[in-house]
C-alpha cells in the first residue's frame, strides 16, 4: 500500500481532469464536452511532509523519498453505466483498481460550462452514480451468488458466503451501497476476493467557484454535507480552478497565494489527510545517509509487518526496532545523542508503530 490509489470519479464537466491537473501538475485536456477524458490519466503525487527535509538536515541524507498517493481520473459516468452506456464497463473496471473513491461534485452555477443534466443538482448527481455502482455490484453479486449456490448443491450446509451475498443482494436491491452494511472482522475478510464498488470508502469533493473562497461552502455544499453525513462519508470541498491555478506556481508563490485568500492548506493537502484517515493508514520514517523516506502502513501495524514494507527479508529475520519519536530526535539533533537521552527505545514484535515514530530495523 505504499502508492494509495484513488479514483476521481463524477459525471462529466463537474471539474474531475482540472482537479487531476492541480493535484499532479499534468495538464491533461480538460476541455467543455462529456468523455473528454476516455482512458484513465494516472498521476503519482508525492505526498508534501515537512517532517523528511527536516529528518534529512540532521542526518545528511543523499535523497528523500516521501510517501506517495497515485490518483486515476476516471472517464465522466452517465445513466446507464452498469448496463454499458457511455464507456460503462470500462469505467467501472478502472474504479475496481482504486482503494478510495474522491467523487466530485459540481457545486457552482455557470452557464458557460455545460452541465450533462441541465442544471446543478449535487444530490442528483451524486446519486446517478451511486446508482451505477450500486447496479454494477448488483450484477456481480448474483453472478457469485448463483455459482456458490451450483457449487452448495447437495451439502448439508451452504457456506458463510452464501448468506453474506444474500444479505448484500438485498441491500443493494434497497438502492443502499455495501459500505452502508456493519460487516463482521470474518464477513470482511470473505469478501476479500469480490471486486465490490460500492464497499469503497468514498469521499465527496464538491467543487466550488472561486467567489466561495475562502469558506468554500454555499447551499449547493450544505446539501452535499448533509448527505455524505448519513452515509458515513467524508467531505473535502475544493475549488478546482483554483487549484490549478495553484498549481502553476513555485512553492513560495503557492503559499502567498494561499496566504492572500485566508487559506491555510492546499485542497491536495486536505484530500491526502482525509484520505488516509478515511483508510487508516499512518507514516513512519526511517533516516541516514543514504535517505530519510516515509513508509505508508495501515494504523495498528505491528513492527515486523511495517518492517517488511521496506523489505520482506526484515520482516521474515525481524529481531528488534529501535524506536524515537519524531519531537524527540529533532530536540536530540541525532539518533545517538538520542540513545545517550534515553530517548530510543527497544521495541519487539508485539510493538504497533504510530505516525510519530524514525525507526531503525535489526534483523537476522
Not at 452541465?115 to 448527481?125: A, F, L, N, R
Not at 451439502?155 to 452494511?181: D, F, G, M, N, Y
Request: overall charge negative.
Amino acid at each position: 500500500m505504499s502508492n494509495l490509489a484513488c479514483g476521481i470519479v463524477g459525471l462529466p464537466n463537474v471539474g474531475k481532469s482540472t482537479l487531476f491537473n492541480a493535484l499532479t501538475k499534468q495538464m491533461v485536456a480538460a476541455s467543455n464536452f462529456p468523455f473528454c477524458t476516455i482512458e484513465p490519466n494516472v498521476g503519482i503525487v508525492p505526498i508534501p511532509d515537512p517532517r523528511l527535509s527536516a529528518l534529512s538536515a540532521l542526518t545528511h541524507s543523499e535523497k528523500i523519498v516521501p510517501a506517495a498517493i497515485r490518483f486515476v481520473d476516471i472517464a465522466g459516468l452517465v445513466e446507464g453505466a452498469a448496463q454499458g452506456e457511455g464507456l460503462g464497463n470500462k469505467f467501472l473496471h478502472n474504479i475496481r483498481e482504486t482503494d478510495l473513491i474522491v467523487h466530485v461534485v459540481r457545486c457552482f452555477e455557470n452557464d458557460n460550462i455545460v452541465h450533462v443534466h441541465g442544471k446543478c443538482d449535487p444530490i442528483h448527481d451524486i446519486e446517478v452514480i451511486n446508482l451505477e455502482l450500486i447496479l454494477a455490484d448488483l450484477q456481480t453479486a448474483e453472478k457469485v451468488l448463483e455459482r456458490m449456490k451450483k457449487e452448495a448443491k447437495g451439502k448439508k450446509e451452504l457456506p458463510e458466503e452464501v448468506s453474506l451475498l444474500q444479505k448484500i443482494v438485498t441491500t443493494l436491491e434497497a438502492a443502499r451501497p455495501i459500505r452502508s452494511l456493519e460487516l463482521k472482522v470474518r464477513e470482511l475478510s470473505l469478501l476479500k476476493t469480490i471486486p465490490f464498488l460500492t464497499q469503497k470508502p468514498v469521499l465527496y469533493a464538491p467543487n466550488v467557484a472561486e467567489e466561495d473562497l475562502p469558506g468554500m461552502t454555499n447551499p449547493f455544499v450544505e446539501k452535499v454535507i448533509s448527505f455524505a453525513r448519513e452515509e458515513g462519508a467524508a467531505v473535502v470541498p475544493i475549488c478546482a480552478r483554483f487549484e490549478e491555478e495553484l498549481a502553476s506556481l513555485s512553492e513560495v508563490e503557492a503559499a502567498e497565494f494561499l496566504a492572500s485568500f485566508g487559506i491555510s492548506e492546499t485542497g491536495l493537502q486536505r484530500l491526502i489527510k482525509t484520505a488516509f484517515a478515511k483508510l487508516g493508514l499512518i507514516t513512519y520514517y526511517t533516516t541516514g545517509e543514504k535517505e530519510t523516506r516515509a513508509w505508508t502502513v495501515t494504523q495498528g501495524s505491528k513492527a515486523p509487518e511495517a518492517a517488511g514494507k521496506i523489505h520482506t527479508d526484515l520482516q521474515k529475520g525481524f529481531i528488534r526496532a529501535e524506536v524515537i519519536s519524531y519531537d524527540d530526535f529533532m530536540a536530540c539533533k541525532s539518533r545517538e545523542a538520542a540513545r545517550k537521552a534515553g530517548k530510543a527505545r527497544v521495541e519487539g514484535k508485539e510493538y504497533v508503530v504510530t505516525g510519530d515514530d524514525v525507526i531503525e530495523f535489526f534483523h537476522n
